[in-house]
């Protein structure tokens, strides 16, 4: 085999970016009542989808300090053990916090999303990767999804029967509910109290 051979097959494989909208996530997750176990998940997409590179990046809000009954040091110490330990990129905002007016009083409602943050980073980084994978389901994702196609990208969503609009299911390149991906799975989820502190 020539140098230039050797160099094709080192170079072979795809550049694979992961975009990880956390909020839909933890939707699959209290749906099977089971942990996503991150670096299983990984090893997974790169090799489902030919990868030699990958590089994730995941999003997420966060309460505010003295808004939850509990600690929120394990929610921190997640996020920190994504970036140290597997090389995430975490991307996190506080929870917003909004007055409503109810028919039962005035109330608060919280709001997170990160869709803004999910698109900008997947538009900027465009020449850097081949295939785009992204855990959402949300059917305003489509107008990205089709600007990425339309530049030659690759594009997968993985989510949940549950919580994947038909438009966005359709429109990628491919679909994949990783309720049935069995592999990627960890510990379960037992109690109740246990989904309350990571909301």
């Known amino acids: 085999m020539s140098r230039c051979d050797d160099k094709n097959l080192i170079m072979s ?3 694979i970016y992961v ?9 699959a997750q209290k749906s099977i009542a089971r942990f996503l176990d991150y670096e299983k998940t990984i090893n997974y997409i790169n090799k489902n989808h030919n990868g030699r590179e990958i590089k994730v990046f995941y999003y997420t809000a966060y309460p505010a300090n003295g808004t939850r009954s509990y ?6 110490k997640f996020y920190t ?21 109810t028919e ?8 997170g999303n990160m869709d803004v943050e999910i698109t900008i980073d997947s538009i ?9 994978v992204f855990f959402t389901g949300d059917s305003d994702f489509l107008a990205l999804v ?17 919580n994947i609009s038909q438009e966005l299911k359709t429109g990628a390149n491919g679909y994949m ?8 799975w960890g510990k379960e989820l037992k109690h109740r109290a246990e989904l309350e502190k990571s909301e």
Not at 71 to 76: A, E, F, I, V
Not at 104 to 111: F, L, M, Q, T
Not at 124 to 132: F, I, N, P, T
Request: overall charge positive.
């Open 13 to 15: 494989g795809n550049i």
């Open 19 to 27: 975009f990880i909208d956390a909020s839909n996530l933890w939707e």
């Open 71 to 76: 600690s929120l040091d394990g929610k921190h």
């Open 81 to 101: 053990y994504l970036k140290k330990a597997l090389g995430f990129i975490v991307i996190k905002k506080e929870l917003k916090r909004i007055s409503v007016i």
């Open 104 to 111: 039962h009083g005035e109330a608060i409602e919280e709001k």
């Open 124 to 132: 900027h980084h465009l020449k850097k990767y081949d295939v785009a």
């Open 146 to 162: 089709t600007y990425l196609k339309n530049h030659g990208k690759k594009v997968y969503i993985y989510s949940s029967k549950n």
């Open 177 to 184: 509910d990783i309720i049935k991906i069995s592999e990627i």
